[in-house]
């Protein structure tokens, strides 16, 4: 997913949104999912979409973990989701040299922190 939207701690980046690209990633606990196509062993991707862009368009984000954590809380709040790993990318990082871009990998799961 690709956002543009203000991340950072520096201040022109609380002025200036910048591209972000996320992914998230779901393991489910549903009972029998992917062995029908009932939809009620669906987790709606639309869903999932709607809860990353609402997070990263709530406010300034100033660190990338912190969004991911915010992102990975509210993921783990559907029904059906067991783990979530999120990924936030920063092609734009404040760096001094070459490189393509900055990331960030959270992991969480259902009843547990950390």
Known sequence: MRFHTLVGLLPHEKLV???LEL???VWLSLKDVGETD???HLLDYRDLYNLVAD???A???????ALCAKIAERALEL???????????KPHAPIKGPV???EVVLERARGKAG
Not at 59 to 65: F, I, W
Request: aromatic share 4%.
């Open 23 to 25: 992914d998230l990633t």
């Open 100 to 102: 393509d871009y900055v």
């Open 17 to 19: 949104p910048q591209p």
């Open 79 to 89: 029904s059906g989701v067991e783990r979530v790993q999120v990924a936030a990318r």
């Open 38 to 40: 009932s939809p009620s």
């Open 55 to 57: 997070t990263v368009g």
């Open 59 to 65: 406010s300034h984000h100033r660190l990338l973990e």
